[in-house]
């Protein structure tokens, strides 16, 4: 008999921490006992010596915070020159940044909150690729609503738009309404971005949906800044979509300027008429002061100085190119390898992750596990986590890889 509990139903059986840091909490702790472990579990970026990246302009920013600002709540929906900040830094046409309101959000994950409790009804589904941030689902979920997918890649590997306008129409027509959620650039997990053909047919559908009911996007910004320069393509399409769907961005500080921890972000909604721009403020506002009620004062000061002050936003960004160019060496490397060894995976020109399809993850996992290197197993895939992979490590980490997945094959 299971023992009795006070908890409702639906709480009862959750678990209670995160698969991925789970995993991660299992190399760590083989680690400590004296094996030779590789960790490509965990979205964090760290230096080949084992050490979280992070950018010293960054603490020089925090310093600069007087203590009382930093002790004080924060507005609601956040400070007026942090949010004016995000806005510039996103977008580079004034006609963008005056149709563009914001609130601040407890990193991205904040921001996937608001837009899913803010253009669905409770019991509708959010539709987002086969392979996703798994929190996508427990957020929609915990807030009483459903996820559904879209198959990410057809069968020549390309975009999956067919499948994607199939399961829009599907939704529109059982629900009045789709919230679509996309990760790119460098999609998390399978390290996928967008081109321009892929955006040109992704408009055609969202602008072919959008005719039959109210259409949202989210665009999660997750990892843009550290996105190869020839994969930032969505701000030549926005025009076309300006208008006709609500147009939405998660915006974070945690990958952006390595500050994780701080829960640092913004979800900003892309809104041409007046008044529903101002509905979409207060509902986000709204949305704060029921969950969080406000957001880190402190990191969103210190954001706010990275961003508008001259000096400081100078020496971040030259602080995070040498991390960008840290990153891309792994990235090539890891590429160069994998193609050696015949791995199939999705087109990989930047990011955190990157997916290796397998016909048995686990197994695949389980295989790479006994030689020491640990992986996320997904559905179909497993996950690598090529930021927190020293690139001196990207050949034995693709060896173990490629004998694993001919173990899964049989």
């Given at each position: 008999m299971p023992e009795p509990t006070r908890l409702i139903q639906a709480s009862a059986a959750r678990g209670g921490d995160d698969p991925i840091f789970a995993l991660h909490a299992e190399a760590m702790a083989r680690r400590a006992q004296g094996e030779d472990v590789l960790n490509s579990t965990l979205g964090?970026?760290?230096?080949?010596?084992?050490?979280?990246?992070?950018l010293p302009s960054v603490y020089e920013a925090i310093r600069q915070v007087p203590p009382d600002l930093a002790a004080a709540y924060a507005p609601i929906s956040g400070p007026q020159r942090f949010l004016d900040a995000v806005v510039e830094d996103l977008f580079e046409s004034a006609e963008w940044r005056g149709a563009a309101v914001a609130a601040a959000t407890p990193g991205g994950t904040g921001a996937c909150h608001h837009a899913i409790v803010n253009f669905l009804e409770p019991g509708q589904k959010l539709l987002t690729s086969n392979y996703f941030w798994g929190p996508y689902r427990i957020i929609a979920e915990h807030t009483r609503r459903g996820l559904a997918t879209f198959p990410m890649f057809a069968a020549d590997g390309s975009f999956g738009t067919e499948a994607l306008e199939r399961e829009m129409s599907a939704l529109m027509k059982s629900q009045g309404r789709v919230l679509l959620v996309l990760n790119s650039p460098c999609h998390n997990p399978t390290g996928y971005s967008l081109d321009d053909e892929d955006w040109g047919?992704?408009?055609?559908?969202?602008?072919?949906?959008?005719?039959?009911?109210?259409?949202?996007i989210l665009f999660d910004f997750a990892y843009a800044k550290f996105a190869r320069p020839e994969s930032l393509r969505w701000h030549k399409h926005l025009g076309q979509l300006f208008?006709?769907?609500?147009?939405?961005?998660?915006?974070?500080?945690?990958?952006?300027?390595?500050?994780?921890?701080?829960?640092?972000?913004?979800?900003?909604?892309?809104?041409?008429?007046?008044?529903?721009r101002t509905r979409i403020k207060n509902a986000l506002g709204y949305s704060c002061r029921g969950t969080w009620s406000n957001c880190n004062h402190l990191g969103m000061l210190a954001v706010a100085e990275l961003l508008v002050d001259p000096a400081l936003r100078a020496r971040s960004e030259a602080e995070r190119a040498e991390l960008i160019g840290l990153l891309h060496r792994r990235v090539e490397a890891f590429n160069d390898a994998a193609g050696s060894e015949g791995l199939s995976y999705p087109r990989y020109e930047g990011g955190f992750f990157v997916a290796v399809f397998t016909p048995d993850p686990a197994c695949t996992a389980d295989s790479m596990k006994a030689d020491g290197v640990f992986v996320v197993p997904l559905s179909g895939a497993v996950r690598i986590a090529v930021c927190s992979t020293p690139q001196r490590d990207v050949a034995r980490l693709v060896t173990a890889l490629a004998k694993g997945v001919r173990k899964a094959g049989g």
């Open positions: 964090a970026l760290m230096n080949d010596d084992g050490t979280l990246a992070i047919r992704l408009t055609e559908v969202l602008l072919s949906v959008a005719k039959k009911g109210p259409v949202a208008g006709h769907v609500t147009i939405l961005f998660a915006w974070t500080a945690s990958k952006a300027f390595a500050q994780y921890g701080s829960r640092v972000g913004a979800c900003v909604a892309l809104e041409p008429d007046p008044e529903e």
